[in-house]
């Protein structure tokens, strides 16, 4: 059933409220708000505060990323250590590894986690990822995985704005049993359509560019986004004032998505972004790109007019709502519209068509959701804010980086920035801030749930060799990622595997690049290929998922390689090894046999990605189908 599609009240309000663009006569300063101003999804216009500068380049990271890194390494170094202990590492000096780290602390490993995109099936795989290596979760202290320190996706937003409360704690919190986006009774964990819409209203009636990520972003955030009301208040900026934040010990979260422009190839007059796309990203510091115009700009003050660098028109706090920020990396209306439009011949999602005639890439993994539910939010949004199809399909910010130069088809920086979903990029897996070189990330555990193997929603590492290419084109040192025939033919689309162990796998031919640990989400003690449009889960079918992804991470406790724990310690400190001028142990160079890729293809036409279960192969899925535990609902059937 659709939502409603009258709701007096709300059009009562848009109607009758006349958009008033005019600033008031004194701005408040930010220090004269209440919790109650946040409350609102209104940005709110205040005065400028001194700055020497509001648009850096980006020639390294900002002070504040480097100060809160520099304050990591010590948790880091902790962590580091107390798993390194556990761990059988046998020919190793862990001593003195550990006493050169302590000595010099820029030369703790910088590791990453980054979780692909995938609707709410690969939040909750990737969520188990993150469970299965927190060491505050039992079993991995037992099965010694590690702690990591930056990530990317949805559960990321969870468990920063929970202030990094354990993956359980977090995920009761969650609520996955609510189907979201359907009409609900609950009105404490989720909220109705029409209530959401109620919610963005008052951005719309300041002024500001609605999209149907505002709303998206609201269904998402009363599951992943923490404070009452599906997290109203909470921004991404406010991030940085949680004490976990603070005191270094959670993950510096970071998203990341491409831009349109103007030149972009359509359908249906609908863009796609061009493969050489600019990447944005944000933390709760930072937006910004490596790439399109090199820049940087505060998150909390998103929303507010710039031309070449300074403020126009007063400056404004609380865009940044971490429910936007959320949508706003998530953005694939225009696949699903062209999808849609097109009888599912152009566009499925993750498809990227981005050459006409025919699309280059052509996908057909998975279908988005049908034209009446589209079409049914549409007239929503033309009901409630007079918006047409073309004028809410993209999230549309007031863009920091404009100049008084750029006209709005000068390519990279028109008045306002378009961002869309990278996975219509063949990315999505957020690596691509991570490897920037100015992070000196070393080791980067990329979780590959986006479902892009068809027909079955596996794996098959597309994402991961879609940013190798990308790094490519942009010389940035990433490791050498062989094709997704050679991922199925060699089956990485079930086992881990490292990419870049040796410098002579990387494209720099040095040990610039991180090592990549690819881990696709595979059916170790369950068949997690849920479709991307299962919107609610069951409590016993989340805790298949878990033990699934904690049996995958941890390869069956050992069952499956007693060495397995060593071998994934031994990628951790690799890189850091040089630096300490120590040299990798035999047990090591054993483990690198097993799990780095070799440098070797196999392009032949690969077989659909159809894995039974790597624990128990003789449990077929039709007989797991049949006996597990059941329950959960689909988005596309609101
Ligand atoms: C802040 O909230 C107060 C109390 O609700 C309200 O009177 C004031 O107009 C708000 N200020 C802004 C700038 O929105
Ligand atoms: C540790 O590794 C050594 C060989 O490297 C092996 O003989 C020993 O059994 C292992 N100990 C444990 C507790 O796994
Ligand atoms: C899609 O299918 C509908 C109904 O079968 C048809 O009317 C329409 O022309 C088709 N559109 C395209 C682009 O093939
Ligand atoms: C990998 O997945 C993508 C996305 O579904 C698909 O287009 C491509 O054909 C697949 N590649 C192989 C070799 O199966
Ligand atoms: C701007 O757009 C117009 C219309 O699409 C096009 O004719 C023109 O070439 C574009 N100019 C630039 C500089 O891209
Ligand atoms: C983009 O920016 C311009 C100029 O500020 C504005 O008038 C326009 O409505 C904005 N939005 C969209 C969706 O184009
Ligand atoms: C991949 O896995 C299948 C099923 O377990 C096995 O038959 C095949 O030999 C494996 N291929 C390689 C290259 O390891
Ligand atoms: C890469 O270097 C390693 C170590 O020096 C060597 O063992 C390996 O054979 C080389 N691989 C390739 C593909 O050149
Ligand atoms: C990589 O570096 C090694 C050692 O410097 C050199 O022998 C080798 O030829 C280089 N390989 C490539 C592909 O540049
Ligand atoms: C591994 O340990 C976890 C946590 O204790 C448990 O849930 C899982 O069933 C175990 N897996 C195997 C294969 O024994
Ligand atoms: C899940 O995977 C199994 C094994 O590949 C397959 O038989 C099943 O059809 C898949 N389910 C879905 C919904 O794709
Ligand atoms: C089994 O398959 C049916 C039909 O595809 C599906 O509706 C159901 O959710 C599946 N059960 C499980 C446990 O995945």
Redesign the pocket.
């Known amino acids: 059933m659709l939502p409603s599609l009258t709701w007096p009240a709300l059009l009562g309000v848009a109607a009758a409220v006349a958009i008033d663009r005019r600033a008031p006569a004194i701005l408040p300063t930010e220090d004269d708000l209440t919790a109650a101003n946040y409350s609102s999804y209104a940005p709110i216009q205040v005065q400028c505060p001194k700055r020497d500068q509001w648009v850096r380049s980006a020639g390294g990271l900002s002070n504040e990323e480097s100060l809160w890194v520099e304050g990591r390494k010590p948790k880091v170094l902790e962590g580091l250590t107390s798993y390194l202990e556990r761990l059988n590492l046998s020919d190793f000096d862990l001593e003195t590894y550990l006493t050169r780290l302590q000595e010099n602390k820029a030369n703790v490993p910088t590791l990453g986690m980054a979780i692909s995109g995938g609707a709410w099936s690969s939040a909750l795989t990737g969520t188990g990822a993150l469970r299965a290596i927190d060491d505050r979760f039992s079993p991995a202290v037992e099965q010694q995985v590690p702690t990591y320190n930056i990530g990317g996706s949805w559960p990321v937003m969870g468990l920063v704005t929970y202030n990094f409360p354990t993956i359980d704690a977090m995920i009761h919190a969650w609520h996955v049993d609510i189907s979201r986006g359907t009409a609900t009774t609950d009105t404490v964990h989720a909220a109705t359509i029409q209530t959401m819409l109620e919610q963005i209203a008052p951005k719309h009636e300041a002024g500001y560019d609605l999209s149907y990520m505002d709303l998206l972003g609201r269904i998402f955030a009363y599951e992943f986004v923490a404070g009452p009301n599906g997290g109203m208040a909470t921004t991404l900026s406010g991030v940085a004032d949680l004490s976990n934040f603070r005191e270094h010990n959670m993950p510096l979260p970071l998203w990341q998505a491409p831009q349109l422009v103007a030149s972009d190839t359509s359908f249906y007059g609908i863009r796609v972004p061009a493969d050489n796309a600019a990447i944005y990203e944000w933390t709760p510091f930072e937006i910004g790109s490596w790439t399109g115009p090199e820049e940087f700009f505060p998150t909390k003050y998103l929303g507010m007019k710039m031309v070449d660098g300074l403020p126009v028109d007063g400056c404004v706090v609380n865009y940044d709502k971490a429910s936007f920020m959320l949508g706003m990396a998530a953005d694939a209306w225009n696949f699903w519209l062209i999808e849609a439009y097109s009888n599912n011949t152009l566009g499925s999602f993750a498809k990227r068509a981005t050459e006409p005639p025919q699309p280059k890439r052509s996908l057909s993994k998975r279908d988005g959701p049908p034209l009446s539910l589209l079409n049914g939010i549409a007239s929503l949004f033309q009901q409630a804010y007079s918006l047409s199809v073309n004028a809410a399909l993209y999230v549309s910010i007031p863009n920091p980086f404009a100049t008084s130069t750029s006209t709005p088809n000068s390519t990279i920086v028109p008045t306002n920035l378009t961002l869309v979903d990278e996975s219509e990029m063949l990315q999505a897996i957020p690596l691509w801030g991570l490897s920037q070189p100015a992070r000196g990330v070393d080791f980067i555990l990329a979780w590959d749930s986006d479902g892009d193997a068809a027909p079955y929603s596996w794996n098959n590492g597309t994402s991961l060799h879609g940013t190798y290419l990308y790094a490519q084109a942009h010389g940035v040192p990433f490791p050498i990622v062989p094709s997704p025939a050679t991922f199925i033919n060699r089956n990485y689309t079930t086992r881990p595997t490292f990419f870049g162990c040796?410098?002579?796998?990387t494209m720099t031919n040095n040990t610039q690049a991180p090592i990549i640990l690819y881990m696709g989400n595979a059916p170790y003690s369950a068949y997690t290929n849920y479709s991307a449009f299962q919107s609610s889960f069951s409590d016993e079918n989340m805790a298949v998922i878990l033990t699934n992804a904690f049996n995958q991470l941890s390869q069956g406790n050992g069952t499956l390689d007693a060495e397995w724990p060593e071998c994934l310690g031994c990628a951790v400190v690799e890189r850091s090894l040089a630096k300490v001028g120590m040299r990798r142990s035999e047990q090591c160079e054993r483990c690198f046999g097993r799990y780095c890729w070799?440098?070797r293809s196999d392009d032949g036409a690969p077989g659909f990605v159809d894995p039974a279960l790597v624990l128990d192969p003789s449990f077929s899925f039709e007989e797991w189908n049949r006996t597990g535990p059941q329950g959960g609902e689909f988005w596309a059937e609101v």
């Open positions: 040796d410098a002579n796998l070799d440098g």
